[in-house]
């Protein structure tokens, strides 16, 4: 199984900034994803990152908001622009491991607070 | 209606005890299907992929009905140890992969 590591862990932000994780796997992985989970909510997908491209972004997000970089297979970043209160969450990275056979893993998550 | 919907829960069980949860989907070219277990603040975790066959791992039976759009999971012998939240992931047709969640069912097991 892939393991994924985040960082930072967890952040307290002022509202109007803008703060970028990073999501870092430790083998090659064909895909690579970034979820939100909101307090007492399921998994929402933010975006599939792509390498070497823009990201796939789903309903509800843009690129504006949510830029993603992915220079290569093991590496993927996500900004959160411009924050407020509500962007207040846990941000989740995750990977789909070459060979895994659609097994889809997670990191351990930025829990993200927003003053 | 949501893409992905699971019981309400939360379920409060004893020990030993037998659990099933059940998850719909709406969109029924999907293709892959999973359950999560997700402990308090933790990331999920794969507990099992569901196949169109049915399969069982120790304690846990997982079962899809293509028919009825819906999955299942059945805990037998409860233990302690198995509160959490049990989310069903949906992997839709031509998704690039992605999962879509439900919402979670919470179980709490106890003594």
């Known amino acids: 199984s892939a393991v994924i590591s985040q960082k930072p862990s967890r952040d307290i932000c002022q509202r109007g900034t803008s703060l970028t994780i990073q999501c870092q796997v430790d083998?090659?992985?064909?895909?690579m994803f970034w979820y939100r989970q909101q307090p007492g909510q399921s998994l929402t997908l933010i975006a599939t990152a792509n390498q070497g491209s823009e990201a796939t972004y789903e309903s509800g997000f843009v690129i504006d908001k949510f830029p993603i970089s992915r220079p290569n297979l093991t590496f993927s970043t996500l900004t959160v622009s411009n924050m407020s209160p509500e962007d207040s969450s846990i941000y989740l990275c995750s990977a789909i491991g070459q060979g895994a056979r659609e097994t889809q893993y997670f990191g351990p998550g930025t829990r993200l607070l927003v003053l | 209606r949501k893409e992905v919907e699971q019981d309400p829960g939360p379920f409060n069980v004893p020990e030993g005890a037998t659990v099933a949860f059940n998850c719909t989907y709406s969109n029924s070219a999907s293709q892959s299907f999973f359950w999560y277990r997700q402990d308090c603040r933790k990331e999920p975790k794969l507990l099992m992929s569901v196949y169109s066959s049915g399969n069982e791992d120790g304690r846990f039976t997982a079962q899809l009905n293509r028919a009825s759009q819906y999955i299942s999971l059945l805990i037998r012998d409860s233990k302690l140890s198995d509160s959490a939240t049990y989310l069903c992931a949906v992997r839709p047709s031509g998704g690039y992969n992605k999962l879509i969640f439900g919402a979670g069912t919470r179980l709490a097991v106890h003594p």
């Open positions: 083998s090659q992985v064909t895909m």
